[in-house]
């Protein structure tokens, strides 16, 4: 098996011609090539049907939309806030258009409807990042896969998540096409996906119980409100996985540390941005995801949550090798300019110009 360091040999551009033949097609343009693309089921359908036709039907594929989908989700994460909380949070809605934006966030001024937000990017994205880690995860010691993996990652965190903009349909295509005809990575990414899903509305709906029970927090610390929600959200994960039985199952065990996963891509994300263009988090009111993870670490460390935990253990180790490996990665090809090329600078500067960052 071949070590970093090796890796990283084969991958210097600066020994081509001679390791040509282990060179990956360069699919970051292609990637990146796509324009705004908001989603749209049936098209989504056609396009899934032709990478993996052989493996299920357009009716299981139908039925599982059907099965799950964003509103049913809220409407399990509202039902157990009743179960567990005794808050039904019922005059609450859901949003869910483009726009430009992979935080969820709840709308709520006490006197007008609250709705929860859930961009569609968001939901792109998240599908999209976790797909291409498992399946890097997965083939690791395949170069041609780890090469566009990390290039996939890379163009999510650096076109998606810093500027907001929506995957095209080169894009997506292309990510398909490294998945296709492997029928492990994609019921593992949506699995994952629905159970971060799960945990970001309940998030957003803490936010609101914690108001309506008249839950302050001081101004030096307004981070602990985001502690808070985080630790009633991810209590409602963990009981849907415990209580649910195995036929009527919403949320798989073995994704109990997808949040984690979900903080994961935000350190990504804020980490990518760093390395690329020297920026620095700071929002007083969102602690690192860090910090983050740690408390959901805390929390389900307690006796209270008992359950099969061996293969959540195990995919969430094999992600977190690929986390270290494009953290190293980036920050080595950064370093040799080697990623001038997907630098968008200029651009980054007028959005701090703006007061975005
Ligand atoms: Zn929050």
């Given at each position: 098996m071949l070590e970093k360091e090796d890796k990283d040999f084969l991958y210097d551009e600066d020994r081509i011609p001679f390791i040509e033949k282990f060179m990956v097609p360069q699919m970051y343009d292609l990637f990146k090539f796509g324009g705004d693309m908001v989603k749209?089921?049936?098209?989504?359908?056609?396009?899934?049907?032709?990478?993996?036709?052989?493996?299920?039907?357009?009716?299981?594929?139908?039925e599982n939309m059907e099965r799950y989908n964003l509103p049913k989700m809220f409407e399990v994460v509202k039902g157990y806030f009743k179960k567990e909380y005794g808050y039904a949070g019922e005059d609450i809605t859901l949003s869910n258009r483009y726009q430009h934006t992979i935080n969820s966030y709840i709308y709520n001024d006490q006197d007008n409807p609250a709705f929860v937000h859930i961009d569609e990017l968001f939901e792109s994205t998240v599908i999209a990042f976790l797909l291409a880690m498992f399946k890097w995860s997965k083939d690791f010691d395949d170069l041609d896969i780890y090469g566009d993996c990390f290039r996939y990652v890379l163009f999510l965190m650096n076109d998606v998540c810093i500027f907001g903009e929506m995957q095209g349909q080169y894009a997506n295509d292309s990510l398909l096409q490294l998945i296709s005809g492997d029928v492990q990575i994609l019921p593992l990414a949506e699995d994952c996906y629905w159970t971060i899903v799960v945990f970001s509305l309940a998030h957003e709906l803490a936010h609101a119980y914690l108001a309506d029970i008249g839950k302050s927090y001081s101004e030096e610390h307004p981070e602990k409100e985001e502690f808070d929600a985080d630790m009633i959200a991810y209590h409602i994960v963990l009981k849907i996985i415990m209580e649910q039985e195995d036929d009527k199952r919403i949320l798989e065990k073995y994704t109990y540390l997808a949040p984690m996963m979900y903080m994961d891509f935000f350190d990504l994300y804020y980490y990518t941005d760093r390395v690329l263009y020297k920026s620095r988090f700071f929002d007083p009111q969102h602690p690192l995801p860090i910090d983050r993870k740690k408390r959901l670490f805390a929390l389900v460390n307690r006796d209270e949550y008992d359950f099969d935990t061996v293969d959540g253990n195990h995919l969430y180790g094999g992600f977190l090798d690929v986390y270290d490996e494009y953290r190293d990665q980036i920050l080595l090809k950064m370093e040799r300019g080697k990623l001038n090329r997907v630098l968008h600078t200029e651009r980054r500067n007028r959005m701090r110009g703006n007061g975005n960052d």
């Amino acid at each position: 098996m071949l070590e970093k360091e090796d890796k990283d040999f084969l991958y210097d551009e600066d020994r081509i011609p001679f390791i040509e033949k282990f060179m990956v097609p360069q699919m970051y343009d292609l990637f990146k090539f796509g324009g705004d693309m908001v989603k749209d089921d049936e098209r989504g359908i056609k396009r899934m049907m032709q990478y993996f036709s052989e493996f299920f039907t357009e009716e299981q594929l139908r039925e599982n939309m059907e099965r799950y989908n964003l509103p049913k989700m809220f409407e399990v994460v509202k039902g157990y806030f009743k179960k567990e909380y005794g808050y039904a949070g019922e005059d609450i809605t859901l949003s869910n258009r483009y726009q430009h934006t992979i935080n969820s966030y709840i709308y709520n001024d006490q006197d007008n409807p609250a709705f929860v937000h859930i961009d569609e990017l968001f939901e792109s994205t998240v599908i999209a990042f976790l797909l291409a880690m498992f399946k890097w995860s997965k083939d690791f010691d395949d170069l041609d896969i780890y090469g566009d993996c990390f290039r996939y990652v890379l163009f999510l965190m650096n076109d998606v998540c810093i500027f907001g903009e929506m995957q095209g349909q080169y894009a997506n295509d292309s990510l398909l096409q490294l998945i296709s005809g492997d029928v492990q990575i994609l019921p593992l990414a949506e699995d994952c996906y629905w159970t971060i899903v799960v945990f970001s509305l309940a998030h957003e709906l803490a936010h609101a119980y914690l108001a309506d029970i008249g839950k302050s927090y001081s101004e030096e610390h307004p981070e602990k409100e985001e502690f808070d929600a985080d630790m009633i959200a991810y209590h409602i994960v963990l009981k849907i996985i415990m209580e649910q039985e195995d036929d009527k199952r919403i949320l798989e065990k073995y994704t109990y540390l997808a949040p984690m996963m979900y903080m994961d891509f935000f350190d990504l994300y804020y980490y990518t941005d760093r390395v690329l263009y020297k920026s620095r988090f700071f929002d007083p009111q969102h602690p690192l995801p860090i910090d983050r993870k740690k408390r959901l670490f805390a929390l389900v460390n307690r006796d209270e949550y008992d359950f099969d935990t061996v293969d959540g253990n195990h995919l969430y180790g094999g992600f977190l090798d690929v986390y270290d490996e494009y953290r190293d990665q980036i920050l080595l090809k950064m370093e040799r300019g080697k990623l001038n090329r997907v630098l968008h600078t200029e651009r980054r500067n007028r959005m701090r110009g703006n007061g975005n960052d």
